[in-house]
């Protein structure tokens, strides 16, 4: 699309050998930074020069080019597509790495779509995962990513959970491949900074009520008076009217809009990484960006005022020394991170994260020195879940077998301007309706 103009790398440099072409396929601005960032860390050092091409898949989470900039990794070649066009850009086979960092009814859908596809030649490295922490959904989750030649864990938590659950069912477990979160770096902590600076960490979709929400930026406000020399930032992931990985039906921003603010109270964007270049203190519900935190060993709070909840997502952090309250805090707690803990969650505060994605970079080596992939080997089949699989299927416009169904969007033809304008105008209604007239009509309903 014109739009993504520039996010595409333009620099191409001079080839010595045959690239190693890659592709992801993300659904959401926080899936295409897994993705594209897991692209680059697991493609095999072996001198060749690698492509990555972008592509992502239309719907409500489509990204904008705002978020793509934040996110801020260019791509040799990016552009938005339908499930169909996409498997139809698919099916020559002449990628080598494929990662599909999409929600987990999307990769099993991919995978049958392109098993299909590639049933008459030959066939990527197909890689997937998970973007963050794994707090819900595991069984469903990791049913759903079966049949990719790696699962990526990014733990040593998670890949033992991963095998026990693929050996619970009798399904192939050995594509589970330990690695870390891919989007880590940034230098260590090393002090206090001037001023010292308190940053909240929103999340789209955790708390869901406003009471929750509002109650939160109070205190994240009053923390800013009782601090006047302290620097807090309420760090947003996205802008009214853009959508993430999770809907966010109340934004803060909204929230704030009429309220008196202190003069040390800010909203801010950008990339997590250089907010947190300048942060002293990590304030989260139970967002990715803690792991980011304590990654570089910045105190990092996971905050209990809402109590410690799996709907909440903070019972992962249960046994971190992470967990505290805003009255905690006001009263100038600083946690202290627990290390076993630390170290069993892809953080790699240890200094091991240069060689966290190695066991990957040999697996994908091996498989493509490989003659010839077998066919994708999903779990879910007509013959396992006969009743589940093929309503996943058909909410990406394919039939059971994995073929597109009659009349499936852009099965035959590129989209034309008027076509692609209708699909923006239907996409800006879709989010109008979710920020501003679902909470109308829950906030009615409940008169």
Known sequence: MPEFASLVSRAVPPRTST???????????????????????????????????????????????????????????????????????????????????????????????????????????????????????????????????????????????????????????????????????????????????????????????????????????????????????????SKPGEHTTHIEELPYQKLAQSRDLPANFRLVYGNMGEVLDRTDLLVTISSTAALESLHRRVPTVVLTDLGIRESLGNHHFVGSGCLASWEQLDAGHRPVADEEWVSRQGVCADGSYGTAFDAARERITKLLDRPQLPPLQPYYTRATAPGYLPGILARHHLGPDGSPLPGAPAADRTPGPVRQIVRRAARGAYRHGVQRVAPVIRRMGEL
């Open 19 to 237: 690239p190693l072409r890659i592709a992801v396929l993300a659904d959401s601005d926080t899936r295409w930074k897994w993705g594209a960032r897991t692209a680059r860390r697991i493609a095999p050092d072996s001198g060749r020069e690698s492509i990555l091409d972008g592509y992502l898949l239309r719907g409500r989470a489509t990204p904008t080019p705002r978020q793509l900039a934040e996110v801020g990794i260019a791509a040799d070649s990016l552009r938005e597509v339908t499930a169909v066009e996409f498997l139809r850009a698919m099916g020559d086979g002449s990628y080598d790495v494929l990662v599909l960092s999409l929600v987990g009814g999307g990769v099993q859908a991919m995978l049958h779509g392109l098993k299909r596809a590639w049933e008459d030649g030959p066939r990527p490295v197909v890689v997937t995962g998970y973007v963050g922490v794994v707090y819900e959904k595991l069984a469903d989750g990791l049913l759903l990513r079966h049949g990719a030649d790696l699962v990526l864990a990014n733990s040593r938590q998670d890949a033992d959970r991963f095998k026990a659950v693929y050996d619970g069912v009798g399904a192939d477990s050995s594509a589970v491949t330990e690695v870390a979160l891919p989007f880590l770096g940034g230098e260590p902590y090393t002090g206090e900074h001037e001023p010292y600076t308190v940053v909240f960490a929103a999340q789209p979709s955790v708390p869901e009520s406003r009471k929750d929400r509002t109650y939160l930026l109070e205190r994240l406000v009053r923390h800013a008076r009782l601090h006047p020399n302290r620097e807090v930032l309420l760090k947003l992931r």
